[in-house]
């Protein structure tokens, strides 16, 4: 019996490499730096925009402040996985999804200033946008779930 829980003892490390842990928390990091750059630029980007609304007309301060919330959400999407590859998913996601809130938001916000009819459009580019890292948690949650022995 001791060779054979020897083997499935080997086979068992095999599958599971001392390194593996390392690969682990570089994915969590990598999630969270990538998911963090994305909401700081996206902040960045609108909050120029808003700054500009705010000179052409104060009363649009308040409905232009949601590209910024938006873009703090993107964070949220980094935090609890364990591989690499779902957390560099959810990480460049992130990273993307931050973008594009912050290049439509600063556009849009500026824009909805000229023309309030805008607002509508802006906002469901803006959920578009924010949908990006949702795409790629849930990418994340599918190669964490998935089997691979």
Known sequence: MDSVENTATIRRYENFP????????????????????GAAYGTA????????????RPE???????????????????????????????????LASGYAIGVVGDVGVRNTALQPRLFIGMILILIFAEVLGLYGMIVAIYLYTKDIS
Do not use: E, N, R
């Open 18 to 37: 001392s390194y593996g842990p390392f690969y682990g928390v570089m994915g969590v990091s990598a999630a969270m730096v990538l998911s963090s750059f």
């Open 45 to 56: 980007i609108s909050g120029t925009g808003i700054a500009a609304t705010a000179v052409m």
């Open 60 to 94: 649009l301060i308040m409905k232009s402040i949601i590209p910024i919330v938006m873009a703090g959400i993107i964070a949220i999407y980094a935090k609890g996985y364990v591989h690499l590859a779902a957390g560099l998913s959810v990480g460049m996601c992130g």
